[in-house]
């Protein structure tokens, strides 16, 4: 009874007989007591479209970790509480990461622990095999939730994108939100271009560890992440103001390990190695905090200028010739400008053969940001 219990909530939307194998060991014999395998038929996407009415229904789990005992203590606090809430009131099933230490999880909370270096972030970790969104957890339990808290799922089928895009998430996909808070307003929009910079380092950090060929991840702007021409991630960022805070929920995603539907890191790198070799999803997101934490406070106390550099040589813009929309007497007219970098404001620096500097906002209807670009001149 409590085994099918657990198991639905790991997997709502199959049935134990599904199961390719349940295993049952003594305690004194050390291996796990209860292994969880994966489900014979696995569905390659998930989106609210296609969620199940069981999935929409039942109990979703999050499993709670910290690194140090202060973490620990908030997590047992939260769960006895019973403090964390989703926007749409979706019943939630609380476990402490302790309590399930002899059942097989498919995020290895201790790999990510133990690959963690960064001293404020990502400490506190909450972890759901599936989940409405990333974001609704750390944003709507900000003030529950100590800052630089993640939340990590295998599948979300509520996820959200720019302009209020559903974000269908892919099994094999890291996806994770994460919390900050910053004091000035004119530099939030630029956290973005800090946290796409610090995923790709970071792939570049695990591939160098391990002995791989290096996978340039590359960043198109404002917040998508491309690999060999085609996209494998994105950015998403919102804030509040409170307090004389501004609350900042950042989330990430990127295929690590789904050929479908463009292409994933997993699927490059195999094609760079005769090696049987993959990233994991936990070495990856250990980095990014290790790297985030760094970028983030020379940023915060010098600015994007020393990131500057390493920034632009990791987007795909330097010198991209794009067509914009310039308003002359009244009339929109298509001209053509050169992209040079970024404004202070964090939008996109171009000259025109006029010479003319000039600062390229998106129209906000485009689905492509490059597709409407409005042109303001700068003096």
Known sequence: MLLDRFARLLCPHISLSSLSRLVFRDRKTNPPLLTLAAPRHTVSRCSLSMASQSELESPLLLVLCGKSSIEIELANRLKNDNALKLPDNHELSIRLHSELDNVKLSFDFDLFMNSLSATRLGRFLIWSPRLTSTHDVVSHNFAELPVGSVCVTDVQFKGRGRSKNVWESPNGCLMFSFTIQMDDGRIVPLLQYIVSLAVTEAVKEVCAKDGLPQIQVRIKWPNDLYLNGLK????????????????????????????????????????????????????????????????????????????????????????????????????????????????????????????????????????????????????
């Open 232 to 379: 494998v991630g994105g950015i998403l960022c919102t804030s509040t103001y409170k307090s004389m805070k501004f609350n900042v929920s950042a989330g990430i995603g990127l295929n690590v390990d789904n050929r479908h539907p463009t292409t994933c890191l997993n699927a490059i790198l195999q094609e760079l190695t005769s090696m049987s070799c993959q990233l994991q999803r936990e070495d990856i997101i250990a980095s990014f905090f290790n790297k985030f934490e760094k970028f983030f406070d020379l940023f915060i106390h010098q600015g994007f200028q020393p990131l500057e550099e390493l920034y632009y040589n990791t987007w795909l813009h330097s010198g991209q010739r794009v067509i914009v929309q310039d308003n002359s007497e009244g009339q929109l007219m298509d001209k053509v400008v050169t992209i040079q970098g970024l404004t202070s404001a964090g939008y996109l620096m171009a000259f025109g053969d006029d010479g003319q500097m000039c600062e390229l906002h998106p129209d906000g209807n485009s689905f492509d940001f490059f597709k409407g670009l409005v042109k303001r001149k700068l003096s």
